[in-house]
């Protein structure tokens, strides 16, 4: 008799009368998740897999400090059983406003709705950076900085004309600031000046 039934995994199969019977298809296994942050203020993710079970799309969160989480955004996937390696790469914007980093939660959804924890991982900005979100922004956002240490900062309009001064432990509220581009000078350190882009 031949084995003519073939469907899940190896690791699940066994034998009757030569017949070939498995129950389960290949389960999620990681190889890496990581994160990092861009100058434009966003954190890029990326991760992937060896292989997958029946995933219908990834949920990336931000999480605070007491594990409520804010949802950033969906990516579908579909079927994947094959035994292959799966690269995703996905930009998010944070919302929670932490002033050095950002808790990220990734999560699975199923075809039957059942959601699983996939992975964890803290994005970090680099020591002695200073980062900008939103930006570009319209003229009434708050903007908020990304750093690991708190700078005086002054900002300037295209004109030369000091538009503000205060402490990048605050955010700025744009509202009645005229679109255009504003250079950010942190006076108290050697670092390039930033540029914001109000639209």
Not at 157 to 166: D, F, K, M, W
Request: charged content about 15%; proline content about 5%.
């Amino acid at each position: 008799m031949y084995a003519d039934r073939i469907s899940g995994t190896a690791a699940d199969a066994y034998f009757d009368d030569l017949l070939l019977t498995t129950t389960a298809p290949l389960p999620l296994e990681w190889i890496q998740l990581t994160g990092e942050f861009l100058s434009s203020g966003k954190a890029l993710i990326q991760w992937s897999t060896s292989s997958s079970k029946e995933v219908k799309y990834y949920v990336l969160y931000e999480e605070n400090e007491v594990g409520e989480r804010t949802a950033l955004d969906t990516i579908l996937v579909g079927y994947t059983y094959q035994n292959t390696i799966h690269q995703y790469s996905h930009l998010i914007q944070p919302t929670l406003r932490h002033q050095s980093y950002v808790n990220i939660t990734l999560t699975t959804i199923s075809f039957d709705g059942t959601e699983t924890l996939a992975g964890q991982l803290i994005v970090n900005v680099l020591p002695g950076s200073v980062l900008l979100f939103p930006n570009p922004c319209s003229k009434s956002d708050i903007v908020h900085f990304i750093s690991d240490t708190h700078y005086s900062i002054r900002i300037l309009n295209l004109l030369g004309e000091v538009r503000y001064i205060g402490n990048s432990a605050f955010p700025i509220q744009t509202e009645g600031w005229s679109a255009g581009m504003y250079v950010i000078y942190c006076i108290d350190a050697p670092l390039a000046p930033l540029k914001l882009v109000i639209e």
